[in-house]
């Protein structure tokens, strides 16, 4: 298993961004909670990464609202299943940590599901930051509330706005 990593600057801070074998295998923001070490990321190169930035840069300029980078997201059967779909909400829509437990068919199961995204390692392109609580409240984001309050923004097209 061959790793590889590369730092490149977004307007929400640095992003590491990490290759197994090739395939984008995590997208980890500053001060993330859940980060791997450094040294879990293998060697610095950015030869992997070309159309994961690109498209970084089309989503961050408004241009792209679905990235179609292939992902090897390492995780259990579950958390697999939850972060399948995070993959399908829609860009500038939210999700609760409830819906998602009825849509897996355990409805009790929301706190599970918040764990599981919580763990998300490819966050953005696998949009962790479009699930909220149950009241609305912007909860549980691994990458700090401030964050996902932008993003949410910058997907509903008012970078400055409050959600």
Not at 42 to 52: L, S
Not at 120 to 140: E, F, K, M, Q, T
């Amino acid at each position: 298993m061959t790793k590889q990593y590369t730092v490149v600057d977004s307007p929400y801070g640095p992003l590491t961004l990490v290759a197994t074998d090739g395939m984008l295998s995590g997208l980890y923001m500053t001060d993330q909670r859940h980060r791997p070490g450094e040294e879990t990321f293998g060697e610095e190169d950015p030869a992997p990464f070309g159309d994961t930035i690109r498209q970084l840069e089309a989503y961050f300029a408004g241009e792209l609202a679905e990235f179609d980078v292939p992902v090897r997201l390492e995780g259990t059967p579950f958390q697999r299943s939850v972060w399948d779909l995070l993959m399908k909400i829609p860009y500038g829509e939210t999700r609760t940590y409830g819906e998602l437990a009825e849509q897996l068919g355990k409805a009790s199961a929301s706190r599970a599901v918040g764990l599981a995204n919580g763990k998300n390692p490819v966050s953005i392109i696998v949009p962790c930051h479009r699930v909220i609580g149950a009241s609305g409240s912007l909860i549980g984001y691994g990458g700090g509330l401030d964050r996902k309050q932008r993003l949410l923004a910058h997907e509903r097209g008012a970078e400055g706005a409050l959600f």
